[in-house]
């Protein structure tokens, strides 16, 4: 199971940190990814990172503004948000996944299985 968390309400230019904590003793096993989705949008990839987060790949749109990191020990992936704009607000989504032999990073909706609760994220002008 995935708990998305973090989310709230902030100005543009702020920061927000939301994390994803996984439950089971193999999630260090799994690759993790972040989506949103915006009201009347698709849900669309964010961010990215293999299981031993060595690896990360990064949407355009939040190249140079977020940063995705994990701690294996604590069983959490975390999203670092900063300058924050209001096309950012959207739920955004944790999900988890087993990659296939020579995939690293997951960025496919459709190739993830488990995906946590949503967390929303608000950013006004």
């Known amino acids: 199971q995935l708990q998305a968390s973090g989310g709230g309400s902030v100005q543009a230019g702020g920061s927000l940190r939301l994390s994803c904590a996984g439950s089971g003793r193999t999630f260090d096993s799994y690759a993790v990814g972040w989506f949103r989705q915006a009201p009347g949008k698709e849900r669309e990839f964010v961010a990215a990172?293999?299981?031993?987060?060595?690896?990360?790949h990064y949407a355009d749109s939040v190249k140079g503004r977020f940063t995705i990191s994990r701690d294996n020990t604590k069983n959490t992936v975390y999203l670092q948000m900063s300058s924050l704009k209001p096309e950012d607000t959207a739920v955004y989504y944790c999900?988890?996944?087993?990659?296939?032999?020579?995939?690293?990073?997951?960025?496919?909706?459709?190739?993830?299985?488990?995906w946590g609760q949503g967390t929303q994220v608000t950013v006004s002008s």
């Open positions: 999900a988890a996944d087993i990659t296939l032999p020579g995939v690293v990073v997951i960025t496919r909706i459709t190739d993830y299985d488990y």
């Open positions: 990172i293999s299981w031993s987060g060595g690896t990360t």
